[in-house]
């Protein structure tokens, strides 16, 4: 039995059933409910080495460049490139992840290999599964775009990715038709431009189950009368919204000149009305964000600067409870997972960026580091971190 004294924020003592006999000092780090990454491809994490740099930065040649390696790799290939991601995530306190897989990859390879991969990783990480189109339904084959809703958790969307809006209203039909059918909530990629476009408005308007909204930046760039009735519509449907700052960030506003827009949505706002908003981390060492180690805090950071979101002790609920509320709709969460900070507020872990002490799952200590750096000055020893 592993008991860990001294925490603070979940329980002073946390004890681990796990046949060992060992009592860690946590030194009165703050434990919290483990992470939820509401929002990643992992089947395209750190594929930077395969497809190349984005030269343009923009999410047209993210997707060009992913889609040519997508289909050099086989189900395999995409399994391992997944678990290597998970391993990341877990490292950073994630263990509960909705990944999109791409329903235009070959034989749906992609689809398949989250399935498995969800059974593989299962006792380390709570997985859900989108159909997602990438390239847009009907730019691959809306056949095998309704098998893989059949078989995922979550019906995925793009309209954008359509050629023309009539086609992505089609295609929003085509999804909330399924929707129906199955019983299985929605998780569209939805108005992830910087220009005004009104996919949202129109899902909403038709009858469905849950719904997700993920991106949603283009409303970044809609005026405050418009914002505030499509936002009046999703606290009305109860529509979740799915924002991943990383990403957007770096993809978005690539034809803007000075000023720039944001490329995020408008959490701060949404979050005064109650709406449900989670984050998502995206991407990481791919076209779509070169950057990045799967650390979903990370994300919180850059949404907090920038939607200047306060206060910051009680943003963790974008990726811990708001995120759980939402994960619940297509299938149930394990909740006794923890993860120990190396800090002891949430304002010192967003400060310093500091890997996670421990993670745990299931009676096991799953992931664990401690930040040991040091400043010598003068044969004189500092802790940096001790000094905050
Ligand atoms: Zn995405």
């Not at 780090?29 to 497809?51: C, G, I, Q, W």
């Not at 009046?232 to 827009?261: C, E, H, Q, W």
């Not at 850059?302 to 200047?308: F, K, R, T, V, Y």
């Not at 943003?315 to 909740?335: C, H």
Request: hydrophobic fraction near 35%; glycine fraction near 6%.
């Amino acid at each position: 039995m592993t008991i860990i004294k001294n925490t603070s924020g979940f329980s002073g003592v946390i004890t681990i059933n796990d046949g060992e006999n060992i009592v860690i000092d946590a030194e009165g780090r703050l434990a919290v409910p483990s992470f939820y990454d509401m929002h990643v491809h992992l089947e395209n994490a750190l594929t930077l080495k395969y497809t190349g740099e984005n030269e343009s930065g923009t999410l047209t040649e993210a997707v060009e460049k992913w889609a040519k390696v997508r289909d050099t790799l086989s189900k395999e290939d995409i399994k391992v490139i997944m678990k290597k991601a998970i391993i990341v995530e877990l490292y950073n306190g994630v263990t509960h992840i909705r990944t999109h897989a791409d329903t235009c990859s070959k034989n749906l390879n992609s689809v398949k290999a989250a399935l498995e991969v969800k059974e593989e990783m299962r006792k380390y990480v709570d997985l859900q599964v989108v159909a997602f189109p990438e390239q847009g339904v009907f730019n691959c084959n809306p056949e095998e775009f309704i098998r893989a809703i059949q078989i995922s958790d979550i019906i995925g969307g793009k309209p954008d990715g359509e050629d023309s809006e009539d086609l992505g209203k089609e295609q929003l039909r085509l999804i909330a038709e399924y929707s129906l059918k199955t019983g299985k909530p929605i998780d569209v990629h939805i108005d992830q431009g910087d220009e005004l476009t009104r996919f949202t408005e129109y899902l909403l308007s038709l009858k469905q189950t849950h719904v997700a909204l993920s991106h949603l930046t283009a409303l970044h760039s809609a005026s405050n009368e418009y914002s505030n009735r499509i936002l009046g519509l999703i606290k009305k449907k109860n529509a979740s919204v799915i924002s991943s700052p990383l990403t957007t960030v770096y993809l978005n506003a690539r034809y803007d000149s000075y000023p720039k827009r944001r490329g995020v949505t408008r959490i701060r706002e949404m979050l005064k009305r109650g709406i449900n908003v989670c984050l998502g981390h995206d991407d990481f060492q791919n076209p779509f964000f070169p950057l990045g180690f799967g650390d979903i805090i990370q994300a919180l950071y850059l949404g907090i600067l920038l939607e200047q979101i306060d206060p910051v002790d009680e943003v963790i609920s974008l990726i811990t409870v708001n995120s759980e509320r939402e994960f619940s709709y297509a299938t149930k969460p394990s909740t006794d997972d923890l993860v120990i900070l190396d800090a002891k507020s949430i304002r010192e872990q967003l400060s310093t960026l500091a890997s996670r002490f421990m993670v745990i799952r299931n009676n096991k200590v799953i992931a664990k580091t401690n930040k040991s750096g040091e400043v010598i000055l003068d044969g004189n020893k500092f802790n940096p971190y001790s000094l905050i």
